[in-house]
């Protein structure tokens, strides 16, 4: 069974722009999150998806936000990016929503903002 | 709130027990998680605590002590590979979400 993949792996932008991040879990895995990692703050929930439907969210503001297909993959937007949005972006999926189950991480996108 | 405190760096020797510890102040709890991280790669799952008492999967256990907000993973004979990040969450399945700590920075020397 196929892991956990993340589209692209590493990014570069500026500040201002905008980016999507892409996500397909595991197969049959129906829940979807998504985290920022960084040296400093490690890992931070950003928000949950299950079934296209957004079901947790993270203290993030409104320049992140994501979406859930009905095949289960999902994406996450950040908007008008500035230099601190530079991280890892890990995306984790589960086979059921809010699962006390082990979450499958993806390899994560680095995104780069200069 | 959700408080979840690790050292942030442990150095060990091949073939010696190392144990990472984990204490927590969160306004739910229904897990813990332990997690490695190699550097550049993305956090794999080790073990799942939600009783008290130890879980033990082979070079690697978990202790759990929900009284105590405190957990720790024990990693025995050590390997050089076992240089990794470990991350300690908490599942709350009324926020729906796990948090994580910050990790620790696990260095085994020769």
């Known amino acids: 069974k196929a892991g956990v993949t993340q589209t692209p792996r590493y990014l570069i932008k500026t500040r201002g722009q905008q980016v999507t991040l892409s996500c397909s879990p595991i197969?049959?895995?129906?829940?979807v999150s998504w985290y920022q990692q960084t040296p400093g703050q490690g890992l931070q929930f950003l928000f949950e998806?299950?079934?296209?439907?957004?079901?947790n969210k993270g203290n993030f503001p409104g320049r992140f936000s994501g979406r859930q297909f009905s095949n289960s993959r999902s994406e996450m937007n950040v908007s008008t990016l500035e230099l601190g949005d530079s991280a890892l972006y890990l995306c984790a999926s589960t086979l059921e929503a809010s699962s006390h189950n082990e979450q499958f991480f993806g390899p994560g996108t680095r995104l780069t903002v200069l | 709130g959700q408080n979840i405190d690790q050292p942030t760096e442990m150095t060990a020797t091949e073939g010696a027990i190392v144990q990472i510890n984990c204490t927590y102040q969160?306004?739910?709890?229904?897990?813990l998680f332990w997690y490695q991280q190699h550097a550049g790669e993305a956090p794999t799952f080790l073990s799942y605590?939600?009783?008290?008492g130890l879980e033990e999967k082979g070079r690697f256990s978990s202790f759990l002590s929900r009284s105590k907000g405190y957990s720790y993973l024990l990693l025995k004979e050590l390997q050089m590979k076992d240089s990794a990040s470990y991350l300690c969450a908490v599942y709350n399945a009324n926020a729906g979400k796990s948090t994580f700590g910050d990790g620790t920075t696990l260095t085994v020397k020769p």
């Open positions: 998806y299950f079934s296209e439907t957004q079901r």
């Open positions: 197969s049959g895995h129906r829940s």
């Open positions: 969160t306004s739910g709890f229904n897990g």
């Open positions: 605590n939600v009783l008290d």
